[in-house]
Each structure stands twice: as structure tokens, then as C-alpha cells.
């Protein structure tokens, strides 16, 4: 059984550019869920998708969207970067929307 | 609202000393709270979970925590450190609001374990 993957590693972007994470869930999955981890912070939510549809995001804009496909693997955008958007973006899985989170190895957006 | 605070940004141990990271949570009902560990530039792996059934849960790697209504606290503890156990620690508790199970991270507690 595979864990959760995410790509690419990292990423460097300029100010205003848009960029796409992308996601796959562990087998069996169909829950997942995104942070942003700023540097020295601890994770921040920034919505969880289940079944395809989104089912809650934390205090974070609109420019930040995402996609959950029917293999349940996920896509985090953000468009207009900004220099904060900086940070480690990772996301977790889950067997359902109660069930223990287990998280991927991130994906380090840097932009300039 | 619920949220959890780590009351050790830093700790520091000797190899083969005892760990005790430490963690309170606030919330108005039964909590689920967790520990994770970030190894540096990695993902966080879960070490163990508390969901009511024990008060004492046993984790990988030679961690437990102990729950403790009394004190709203959730310890991490090891009885003996090794190199290997330098991380950054995060205590979490699952939230649900309006039908969404998000975590709150704690602010973390790095772990220096000295040879």
C-alpha cells in the first residue's frame, strides 16, 4: 500500500504567477485535506475535499482552489502569487472525513 | 474554540534521557488530539492518537502520551532519547465545524537530543 505522494518537491515562482500541487490520496482514501506550513509555523487548513467536493476551507482567499478527481487524488491552485504564499503545502489523506490524516512529504513553494 | 498550546518552543535532552514534550488542549467536549513528528525538510508522520478509548496511548518508537482531563494535558513522553529523535513535534486537535475535520496544529516543540 502506497502513501501519500505529492509533486513536484519544489517549486520556485515569481510574484502574480499561478501554480498548481498536485496530490495522490492513499489507497482507499477519499478525503483530503490541505495545509500551508510558513516557516518556523505549524500547518494552517486550507480545505478538505471529500468525494470530489469541497467540505470546508479555513481563512484563506479565493485565489487559493482546488480539485479533487474521481481517483480522489487533488489539486491545490493558487493564482497571483504573493511573496507569503511561500511555504511548504502539504496534504493528508483520510479513509473518511473523521478518520486519522495521514500526510504527505510537501511540496516547498518558494516565490520571488 | 478549540486549540491546543505547546508550552516548549525549545527542549533539549541528553542521549538516553528521558523525553517530555508538553501539550494542553482546550475544548468544550471529548477531544481527539494526536502527535506528529517533522523530520527536517520531511512530511509529518503521526506518532500516536487518542480518540477516548485509553488514557494512556502507546506510539511508534518508544512514545506514549497520557490524557488528562483534570488538566486538559496530552504529554508526549519517552523514557530514553536517541539521536534520531530530533524533530519538531506538533501536538494536534480535530475540529469539526459544520461537517468539516480539520487540525489545529500546536505551534511545535523542537526536539535537540545531545550525544
Known amino acids: 500500500e502506497t502513501g501519500v505522494t505529492q509533486s513536484p518537491t519544489h517549486l520556485i515562482k515569481t510574484r502574480g504567477q499561478q501554480v498548481t500541487l498536485r496530490c495522490s490520496s492513499q489507497?482507499?482514501?477519499?478525503?483530503v485535506s490541505w495545509y500551508q506550513q510558513a516557516l518556523g509555523q505549524g500547518p494552517q487548513f486550507i480545505f478538505q475535499y471529500y468525494r470530489e467536493e469541497e467540505n470546508g476551507r479555513g481563512n484563506f482567499p479565493p485565489r487559493f482552489s482546488g480539485l479533487q478527481f474521481p481517483n480522489y487524488s487533488s489539486e491545490l491552485n493558487v493564482n497571483a502569487l504573493e511573496l507569503d504564499d511561500s511555504a511548504l503545502y502539504l496534504c493528508?489523506?483520510?479513509?473518511?472525513?473523521?478518520?486519522?490524516?495521514?500526510f504527505g512529504p510537501g511540496t516547498r513553494l518558494l516565490v520571488l | 474554540a478549540q486549540s491546543v498550546t505547546q508550552l516548549d518552543s525549545h527542549v533539549s535532552v541528553s542521549e538516553g534521557t528521558p523525553v517530555l514534550l508538553r501539550c494542553n488542549y482546550s475544548?468544550?467536549?471529548?477531544?481527539?488530539l494526536f502527535w506528529y513528528v517533522q523530520h527536517p525538510n520531511k512530511g509529518l508522520q503521526l506518532l500516536l492518537k487518542?480518540?477516548?478509548?485509553?488514557?494512556l496511548v502507546k506510539g511508534i518508537n518508544g512514545f506514549e502520551a497520557e490524557f488528562k482531563k483534570s488538566e486538559t494535558s496530552f504529554h508526549l513522553t519517552k523514557p530514553s532519547a536517541h539521536m534520531s529523535d530530533a524533530a519538531e513535534y506538533f501536538c494536534?486537535?480535530?475540529?469539526?465545524?459544520?461537517?468539516?475535520?480539520?487540525?489545529?496544529f500546536g505551534t511545535g516543540t523542537r526536539l535537540k537530543v545531545l550525544a
Open positions: 494536534v486537535v480535530s475540529v469539526s465545524t459544520s461537517g468539516t475535520y480539520k487540525y489545529i
Open positions: 493528508a489523506s483520510s479513509r473518511d472525513m473523521k478518520e486519522t490524516q495521514y
Open positions: 487518542y480518540t477516548s478509548a485509553a488514557t
Open positions: 475544548s468544550s467536549y471529548s477531544p481527539s
Open positions: 489507497s482507499g482514501h477519499n478525503t
